[in-house]
C-alpha cells in the first residue's frame, strides 16, 4: 500500500464523499479512512452500504484491529475514535477532541505520525474547525493536503479554517479532487521529514487514552484556564496554528470552541442563580402571607424589604442573559490580521 488517503467531513459530508470517491478506481494503490460528525445514534454499516453504491473500493465500517488494505475504505463508527498504527486500524473510546468522538483531528494527526509523507489529507464541507489541527500535523510530516473549494461547501468552515491557518497543497472542487488524487499517487513520494516531537507525544496520549505531566510539560505549557467538561487544569499546546488546549484527562478545545463553551458555562451559571432566586421569592411571598395573616406585620415588613431586592436582582439577571443571548447571535466582526 503506497499511501494512506485520510478524509474529514462533517455537516454536508456523505454527498461530498460521495462525490469523491465515485471516481477512484478499485486497484487504487492506498487505503482511505473516513471521519464523519454524525449522530451517535447513527447506523455506520448503513453509511458504508450508502458509499458502496457510489464506488468500486470496498466500503466497510472499521473494525479494531482490522489490517489496512489498498483499495478499501474504511468509515469510522460513532463513538469510537479512529486511529492507525502498523497497518492496522485502532479504536478508542478516549476523550472527546472538540465535543466530537470520533475526531477527525484524532486520525489525521495517528496518519501524519505513523505514515508521514504517505499520508494525503482531505478536508471536506463541514461546521466548526475539527481538522485543521489534524491538517497541521499532516503538513508538518511531509504529508500532502488538499482542501475542498469552500465556495461550493455546503458549510464552508472547516474549509476556511484550514485555508486560513495552513498553506495547503490543493484547493480545489470535489469533481477535481478524483483527479488530483490519481495525479498524487502516480508521481514520486514527497521527501520524507522527520516527524515532530510533540505530534508524536500528542498521537501516544490518545492511543493510551492516559498522559502524565512529563509529556504535557513537552508539548503544551500550564494556562489559567480549567477544561468545561471535567474541571482539570488546561495545557496550551505549543507550535499549533488553531490555539488549542489539552486537559490531563484528554479533552482537547480549540481556543474559540473554549471560548464559546465558557458562554455557555456562564449562561447555565445564570440561570441556576435565577432559579434559586425565583424559588426564594415564592418563600418569602407564601410566609409574608402567612405573617400577614397572623398579624405579624414587622416580620412582613421585613420580608417585604428582602422580596423587593430579590426582585430586583431576578430583573438584573434576566436583562443580563438578554445580552448574553445577543452578543451569542450576534458576534463582533472579525478585526483585520
Known sequence: M???IVIGASAGGIPA?????????????AAVLVVMHVSQKSNST???AGFQR?????CSVAKDGALLKKGHLFVAPPGQHLLVKNDRLKLTNGPHENKYRPSIDVLFRSAAVNYGHRTIGIILTGLFEDGTSGM?????????????????AQFSDMPLSVLNKIKVDYLARLSKIPEIITEIINLPLPPAKPIPRELQIEAEITEKMMSDLDDMKKIGEHSDFVC????????????DPVHRYRCHTGHVFTEKLL???????????????LRMLEEKENLLLLMTKRNNGNGQSEVSGFKDDRLSNIQKHIASLKALLKVLNQDLHNPPPKMDQ
Do not use: F, M, Y
Not at 468545561?228 to 507550535?239: E, Q, R, T, V, Y
Open 54 to 58: 457510489h464506488t468500486a473500493l470496498v
Open 17 to 29: 464523499i460521495n462525490t469523491v470517491i465515485n471516481e477512484l478506481p478499485s486497484e487504487l494503490d
Open 46 to 48: 448503513t453509511i458504508a
Open 259 to 273: 471560548h464559546d463553551l465558557q458562554d455557555q458555562k456562564i449562561e447555565e451559571s445564570i440561570w441556576v442563580s
Open 2 to 4: 503506497r499511501n494512506l
Open 228 to 239: 468545561p467538561d471535567c474541571g482539570g487544569g488546561l495545557w496550551a499546546l505549543k507550535n
Open 136 to 152: 497541521h500535523a499532516i503538513k508538518s510530516s511531509g504529508g500532502i493536503c488538499i482542501v475542498q473549494d469552500p465556495v461550493e
